[in-house]
């Protein structure tokens, strides 16, 4: 169930603007009929003015009225808040594949530690979830992008995993 909502709805204080604009214009025509009625003569009104524009003068009133009234809700950022059925997920693995990593205070070697990591949290990647690699030494040096719906994400990486760890390791 989506709930609708304000982000700042202090800001609906404002909406006292086009209902105040609204009494104004009500106020000036009462006024004006009366000026009409009071300096004119009503006989000679129907043959002076024959086709007098009706409520399609008001339209324009209507219309700023309206749009200060859309413009002060939009001020106060209206939400919806509700679950979203498609999400894309995306984890990247950076990996340090610089000459620091062939130290040997880690069994066997640091490159083989991350390898086991890697193994191992791509164990725990849930489904639907993309995985890629990034291999970095002094530099960037290659990416594998996130595979794309459909093909099994954690095989690509766990294979470029290790195939950088070997590449690497070799050099």
């Known amino acids: 169930m989506s709930d609708f909502g304000f982000l700042v709805p202090g800001r609906l204080v404002l909406l006292a603007l086009p209902i105040a604009m609204s009494l104004a214009y009500l106020g000036l025509q009462a006024r004006r009929r009366r000026y009409a009625i009071r300096f004119t003569t009503i006989e000679m009104l129907d043959q002076v003015a024959p086709d007098r524009p009706g409520w399609r003068r008001h339209l324009t009133a209507l219309g700023l009225v309206l749009a200060v009234a859309v ?3 939009a001020f106060a950022r209206p939400v919806i808040a509700g679950e979203t059925f498609e999400s894309v997920q995306t984890v990247v693995l950076a990996i340090d594949t610089s000459l620091s990593m062939e130290a040997d205070d880690v069994s066997p070697s640091r490159i083989d530690a991350v390898r086991d990591a890697a ?23 290659e990416a594998v992008i996130p595979c794309p719906a459909g093909v099994d994400g954690k095989h ?8 950088r760890a070997d590449d690497d390791a070799g050099q």
């Open 119 to 141: 193994g191992e949290f791509l164990n725990t990647v849930p489904e639907g979830v993309s995985v890629g690699v990034v291999a970095f030494a002094a530099g960037f040096d």
């Open 71 to 73: 413009a002060t809700v």
């Open 156 to 163: 690509v990486a766990r294979s470029s995993v290790h195939e």
